[in-house]
Each structure stands twice: as C-alpha cells, then as structure tokens.
C-alpha cells in the first residue's frame, strides 16, 4: 500500500515556473512506476508523465513538449514534477499517480484505470 500526498501547487503566472512533489509512503515505494496526472475544470483527467523505478526512463505526454520534468528521489520517497513555461492551458488539479505493475509500450499506458494509487491533488493556476 501506497499514500501519496502531493505539495507544490499555486498560482502563477504564464511562461513562469513551478515545482510539484509529492510524498510516498511505504518500504516498498522504490519498486513502483510514479507519475502524474491533471484534470481541468469540466475536462477528463488527463496523463502527464510517469517514470520508472530506476527513474532513468521518463515517459511524458505530447502537450508536455519539453516543457515538465519528472523526477524521483527513491531515499526520500518523492517524486517531482518540474513545470517550465507554464501555460493558461496547464491550469489543472494535478495528481500524483502510482503502480507497481505497468507496461510503458502497452496500449493503455496513458489511461488512468492503470494506476492504483491517487493522491489527493494539489491545484495549479496559470494566469495569463
């Protein structure tokens, strides 16, 4: 079992910055996939990025464009989304995500059903 708690979120403004994180609990929290998720107001929750254990292989969504960096740090449980240039568009409640079991070139690697465990979400407003 898995708690994640997620930190970070705020308001800022467009092409600013902002640095998610988000807290694992568990002995086991090395040996998960992490990632993130957002959802808009009146928007389905949508994939963003997701890293593997060894956090060598990082998988982002196409909108990421370069932009966010996902990152963990297995010693201190985290996990961190580092959001560049930041856009009105990204403006979303953004969720930490994570699993043991994944297959990053399956089919269904963007969905949400392929995760098991959600924090709570933390809000982020991009003004513009």
């Known amino acids: 079992q898995v708690q994640l708690v997620e930190s970070g979120g705020g308001l800022v403004q467009a092409v600013g910055s902002l640095r998610l994180s988000c807290a694992g609990s568990g002995r086991t929290f090395s040996s998960y996939y992490m990632g993130w998720f957002r959802q808009a107001t009146g928007k389905e929750r949508e994939f963003v990025a997701v890293?593997?254990?060894?956090?060598?292989?990082?998988k982002y969504a196409d909108f990421v464009n370069g932009r966010f960096t996902i990152s963990r740090d297995n010693a201190k449980y985290t996990v961190a989304l580092q959001m560049n240039n930041l856009k009105p568009e990204d403006t979303a409640v953004y969720y930490c995500?994570?699993?043991?079991?994944?297959?990053?070139?399956?089919?269904?690697?963007?969905?949400?059903?392929?995760?098991?465990?959600w924090g709570q979400g933390t809000q982020v407003t991009v003004s513009s």
């Open positions: 890293i593997d254990w060894t956090g060598d292989y990082p």
């Open positions: 995500v994570a699993v043991q079991i994944y297959d990053p070139y399956g089919s269904s690697w963007y969905k949400e059903g392929m995760f098991d465990y």
